[in-house]
T-cell receptor, first 115, second 109 residues
Framework: DAMVIQNPRYQVTQFGKPVTLSCSQT?????MYWYQQKSSQAPKLLFH???????NEADTPDNFQSRRPNTSFCFLDIRSPGLGDAAMYLC??????????????FGQGTRLTVV | AQRVTQPEKLLSVFKGAPVELKCNYS??????LFWYVQYSRQRLQLLLR??SRESIKGFTADLNKGETSFHLKKPFAQEEDSAMYYC???????????FGTGTRLLVSP
């Protein structure tokens, strides 16, 4: 049973049109991550939440925002997608450092196409 | 600079050959270290963590704090090991998981 679910699996959006990707988890993990993975590249951390605390990576463009209304859900908003934002977006969850198990669980990803 | 380095982008071996995927890190403190694997068309998943010192699917990884390395090894590679492998430090102070550049392992029959 999938424990980290991303919707949709595939998203096509128009250049400049806001888009929202969603992630839900059934693991009750404190930490939720969003990664951007472009073709043949490693996942690049955009930001993460530790409970309600939001942590943005220094090089994440302002165009990317996130919301976490509750423990189970997290959203990635791209305010004005550009062609360079086309990528696979991965959501992951884990317990925090100091926990017995800090294994991260990943969703299947959302492949974003910008036309 | 704080980073994790996987020097080989592609490692191609024949079935039955030994495999070593290198990982060097330069983070202060003592990050937890993991290897994650991504098989074709599957989600990223945990392969190994340094704390448990276990062997998974024949793979082992030894943390060498002196050399700041966490190389992944398997004595006899199998075709089903073909995948993308990422070394990933979990930076406890920042509560975040980051990824190395990745090594694609290709095991040929």
């Amino acid at each position: 049973d999938a424990m980290v679910i991303q919707n949709p699996r595939y998203q096509v959006t128009q250049f400049g049109k806001p888009v929202t990707l969603s992630c839900s988890q059934t693991l009750n993990h404190n930490v939720m991550y969003w990664y951007q993975q472009k073709s043949s590249q490693a996942p690049k951390l955009l930001f993460h939440y530790y409970d309600k605390d939001f942590n943005n990576e220094a090089d994440t463009p302002d165009n990317f925002q996130s919301r976490r209304p509750n423990t189970s859900f997290c959203f990635l908003d791209i305010r004005s997608p550009g062609l360079g934002d086309a990528a696979m977006y991965l959501c992951a969850t884990s317990f925090p450092s100091g926990s017995l198990d800090t294994e991260a669980f990943f969703g299947q990803g959302t492949r974003l196409t910008v036309v | 600079a704080q980073r994790v380095t996987q020097p080989e982008k592609l490692l191609s071996v024949f079935k039955g050959a030994p495999v070593e995927l290198k990982c060097n890190y330069s983070y202060s403190g003592s990050p937890e270290l993991f290897w994650y694997v991504q098989y074709s068309r599957q989600r990223l998943q945990l392969l190994l963590r340094h704390i448990s010192r276990e062997s998974i699917k024949g793979f082992t990884a030894d943390l060498n704090k002196g050399e700041t390395s966490f190389h992944l090894k398997k004595p006899f590679a199998q075709e089903e090991d073909s995948a993308m492998y990422y070394c990933a430090p979990f930076l406890g102070f920042f509560q975040k998981l980051v990824f190395g550049t990745g090594t694609r392992l290709l095991v040929s029959p």
